[in-house]
């Protein structure tokens, strides 16, 4: 990976220099109050309003439970600096567990009969079952685990992994701009990429599915391969939409890509699951999805 995260002495000596932020690290509270409003606000009229709201009840459901019950200060050994929390390797406590039944307390009484047999099934299985389910997600053997049952263990997953960020150095810096598809932080998948206004005006990040994490990017040029060549725009209503898709001819992937200059308020998850049409269109043209929404997981192998 190609994003160093950086050590207290590291930090002091670059305390006095700027530098685009390779990295940057979410407020959760915030995150989650922007993202469920966001949800909420796409939801009205559209074709898919049930299921946003649905996605807006679960992220409700993460700020709950995070003011309920906090993560306590981890006791990190020594950290890696590339990937410090690497989802397939970090040794994570079974806090997240607990995570999972509070989420799950908060969205039965609003669930309808689809969703409450999932979690019937979510609360029947056992915590090696449960552990079980969580490393193959983590390990991104997405295919081997039901859509319906890993969007509740991906939320209480990205829930404690969010937490863990706060609880490192936050200062980093970019060793080279090769191999930056995947999250510095934990090593997981990008939902989409946002080109921001204020003090980043016009910079890159994507975002992380797990952590939350943003990481830069330069534009014109793929979020998967790195390929300079081969690029294209896509919409489905104007060349200029706000949400658009990058495609790249020589891995033949796309990735989402949002303005904030054309909506201050364009959030990636939210605004990637709003836009699912566009993917159903990108996939008719044998593009491969190079990210993925922690809504959105393939449908498990039979």
Known sequence: MSIKILSEDEIKQKKNAYDVPPVLFANPKNLYQRRAKRLRDLAKDHPLSDYL?????????????????????????????????NAKTFQRNNIWREYLAEIIHEIKPKA???????????EKASSSELEDMAT??????FNLVSS????????????????????????????????????????????????QIGTSQGLRYLHCNLCESEWNLVR????????????????????????????????????????QEKDPHVEPVADDLASIFLDIEMEGKGLARSGLNP??????EA
């Open 53 to 85: 709201n649905f996605a807006a009840d679960i992220v409700e459901s993460q700020l709950s439970t995070l003011e309920k019950n906090p993560l306590p200060a981890h006791p990190f050994k020594q950290l890696n600096e590339i990937e410090p929390l």
């Open 112 to 122: 309808n009969e689809q969703v409450l047999a999932t979690i019937e099934q979510l």
């Open 136 to 141: 193959k997600l983590l390990t991104q053997e």
């Open 148 to 195: 319906d049952k890993s969007v509740f263990i991906w939320a209480a997953l990205s829930l404690y992994w969010l937490q863990l960020t706060q609880q490192i150095p936050h200062n980093s810096q970019l060793e080279n701009t090769e191999n930056l598809h995947h999250c510095p932080v934990c090593g997981s998948l990008p939902v989409a990429s946002i080109v």
């Open 220 to 259: 014109a040029q793929c979020t998967n391969c790195n390929s300079h060549d081969k690029l294209e725009m896509w919409s489905l209503d104007e060349e200029l939409a706000l949400v658009r898709a990058e495609s790249c001819g020589s891995c033949e992937s796309y990735l989402k890509i949002m303005f």
């Open 295 to 300: 809504f959105v997981f393939p449908a498990e």
